[in-house]
């Protein structure tokens, strides 16, 4: 193929990666996507947990061309969501360029020729125009390393690689963690198993998700009244927006969320020993807020047991905690979240002058806008740095995305310009100005969260609402990028 008709290769076929297909599509630059799963969807394949759904509203979290009248609830489960995407592939005509079961183990950039090469998991190489990350930021599943753990007889596994095939059913199943995740699966395990301890390291400001199935009638009229559908979804969006003052430090938003975790606390616990443990001793913020109607009154069931010591380590038939006490179990669940500091690792990736980007990011990750680094030509990423949200919908921030990315790609397939790569001060100066801005918010206060690094600097979020967001990123503006 002419180094001039080279395609754009997208890897991930997530809500990023099918999103900027569209965007490449409507366009009409050629493109191909690289996944690595069997199928469509990224987070939404991988994570089949019971209860596996999303605390964002459907309405929202859900492509703005996209709407879909007919959700069967405010905030659809999974199997839902990812049925979604597959439509939205079929529907814009982006199946076919989807490469399944390919996974990416390598990107360098050629400066000579102006291309990347992309490297296959089945030892062939793609040459392209432009190389898109679109691989979210919650794929990589993180397991302690805990002592003993080897020793361990039962089964175990990772909440997003659930092992369907292990009945749960009068079992006495341990729970490691207490995130987004435990939160949604936990009550269902609890149902059908004989036992369940929950080993809670920190607990969560947790407030009701008022989740309900919409009425047929609901239905019809979104299906019917399109422009109703479409102001539910400005006021649904600008109710989460007016939310985000909630993540200053010390805001009073902040101290209702933990009004009503509170009260949801009193009543669903009567016992004091229990009711003090899963109350935080953090500001409702800097960790996710998380959104449950059933989690209080779980842990409050006879066969739930919260233990907050703890875990010293494993036995054949258990796990020992720090206090001496040791808790026989036939399965763990370890729901500790995912590899989230070293974004797009682990894939290596080589930009200009034999650069690594794991060495551009040191000391930790930062992008211009979230989407591009300087020496990275024609390298873009979507859910980059410092774009996850506390307060919205991550849909909304992959659109500005992919509308700015559409539009730079568009710009280097015209021959004066091939490639583009942000300009180190001004990618410096967005920096320091998100920085400046996320200094003001609850997410640096004295919590653990994957929203930091190891060093403490807040590399995952967003510093501002989502309108901001959109603002910056409303258009491409070639004086901010070096022509390579
Ligand atoms: P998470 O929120 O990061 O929670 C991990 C849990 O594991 C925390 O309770 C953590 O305790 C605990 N943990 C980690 N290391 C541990 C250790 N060594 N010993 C004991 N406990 C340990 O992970 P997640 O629940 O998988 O959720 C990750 C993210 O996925 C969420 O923040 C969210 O963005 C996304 N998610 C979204 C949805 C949705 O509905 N949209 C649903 C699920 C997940 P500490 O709190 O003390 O660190």
């Not at 199946?95 to 089945?122: C, F, K, M, P, Q």
């Not at 400001?205 to 422009?227: A, F, M, Q, S, T």
């Not at 969320?257 to 009567?270: G, M, T």
Request: proline residues 5%; glycine residues 6%; positive net charge.
């Amino acid at each position: 193929m002419s180094e001039q008709f080279l395609p754009i290769v997208i890897i991930g076929a997530g809500f990023s990666g099918v999103l900027m297909a569209v965007e490449l599509r409507k366009r009409n630059i050629p493109f191909v996507v690289i996944e690595k799963s069997e199928g469509i969807g990224g987070t939404w394949f991988e994570n089949t947990y019971p209860g596996a759904g999303c605390d964002v509203l459907s309405t929202l979290y859900s492509y703005s061309f996209a709407q879909k009248p007919d959700w069967s609830r405010r905030f659809a489960p999974h199997s839902e969501i990812r049925a979604y995407l597959e439509e939205c592939a079929e529907r814009y005509d982006i199946r076919r360029h989807i490469r399944l079961g390919t996974e990416v183990v390598g990107a360098r950039y050629v400066a000579e020729a102006r291309r990347w090469d992309v490297a296959l998991s089945n030892e062939t190489e793609i040459k392209a125009r432009a190389v898109v990350f679109a691989v979210g930021q919650l794929n990589r599943p993180s397991i302690p390393s805990f002592r003993g753990r080897e020793r361990f007889s039962g089964v175990e596994f990772h909440s997003a690689r659930w092992r369907h095939d292990h009945d749960l059913t009068g079992k006495r199943v341990a729970v490691v963690g207490s995130g987004a995740s435990a939160i949604q699966f936990l009550p269902h395990v609890a149902r059908e198993a004989k036992q369940v301890i929950l080993f809670q390291r920190s607990p969560n400001w947790i407030i009701p998700k008022n989740d309900r199935l919409y009425h047929e009638r609901e239905k019809r009229l979104r299906k019917h009244v399109p422009l109703l559908m479409r102001l539910q979804r400005a006021w649904e969006y600008l109710q989460l927006e007016l939310s985000f003052p909630a993540f200053l430090k010390d805001s009073k938003k902040g101290r209702k969320w933990e009004e009503a975790c509170k009260a949801a606390i009193a009543s669903a616990i009567k016992d004091p020993v229990l009711q003090d443990a899963v109350t935080p001793d953090y500001p409702a913020g800097c960790k996710r807020v998380l959104l449950s109607d059933d989690w209080f009154p779980t842990l409050a069931r006879d066969n739930v047991q919260v233990v907050t010591s703890s875990i010293a380590e494993f036995g054949p038939s258990g796990l020992l905690t720090d206090d001496g006490v040791s808790h026989p179990v036939d399965v763990v669940i370890y729901a500790t979240g995912f590899e989230t500091r070293q974004v797009l690792a682990p894939i290596p990736i080589e930009g200009a002058r034999s650069l690594s980007l794991q060495d551009a990011w040191q000391p930790h990750p930062h992008a211009y806008l979230g989407v591009t680094v300087p020496d990275f030509p024609n390298a873009f990423i979507m859910y980059g740095p410092n774009t996850n949200l506390g307060h919205g919908s991550i849909v909304f921030m992959l659109e500005c995305q992919a509308r700015y990315i559409g539009q730079a790609i568009a710009k280097v397939q015209d021959a004066a310009s091939r490639a583009v790569a942000p300009k180190r001060h001004v990618t410096q100066r967005f920096n320091a100005d998100t920085q400046a801005r996320l200094s003001r918010t609850v997410w640096g206060a004295n919590c653990s969260s994957w929203y930091k690094g190891a060093d403490g600097v807040i590399v995952n979020n967003w510093s501002s609402t989502m309108l901001r967001y959109w603002w910056k990123l409303r258009r491409f503006k070639a004086r901010d990028y070096d022509q390579w």
